[in-house]
């Protein structure tokens, strides 16, 4: 019938809004981490209950669990702080240092969380978890602010390709 809008990935009239979200300790992570190390040494214990007396490789698995929840306790690489910024046109992030611009790659959404891989213009990436509850009033705008870009670049590189076969 009439006019119809384009998509927001296409019309510069509609964008997602400038926002900016800080960052949190990542509780569904850390409790997702300790559950998987829990079953990790239930099965090593179900393992050296069940070995033969003198066979050493259920206490290499108990080692080896030990070894990855101390190595999680002090690398675990989502303890960022600081905030993740979208101006409209594109992500910014603000650790202690100076901001970065770089490129958001969602990488999973539980809807109260969102785990992000955030690639600086040099190449360097870091994991970044927002949580609905840092910033609830503004957890809306920083979704639609990552579906936007997500479907801006796609449409960008259609239309790359398209222009260039």
Known sequence: MGSELPDSASNPLVQAPAVRYPLSAPIFLYRAL???LCLALCMDLAWLAMATPGDWRPWVGLL???GAAGYARWHFPLTQSG???WDGVA????GS???QRGVVHLRMDIQSGLLVRFVVETGVS???WLAQSSEPGQWLAVRRAMVADAQRRA???AS?????P
Not at 91 to 94: D, R, S
């Open 64 to 66: 080896v669990t030990a």
């Open 34 to 36: 300790v559950l998987m």
């Open 160 to 164: 790359t390709q398209a222009a260039h």
């Open 126 to 128: 870091r994991w970044l």
């Open 91 to 94: 992500w910014w992030w603000e």
């Open 97 to 99: 240092g100076d901001p």
């Open 155 to 157: 449409v960008t590189a």
């Open 83 to 85: 905030q993740l910024g």
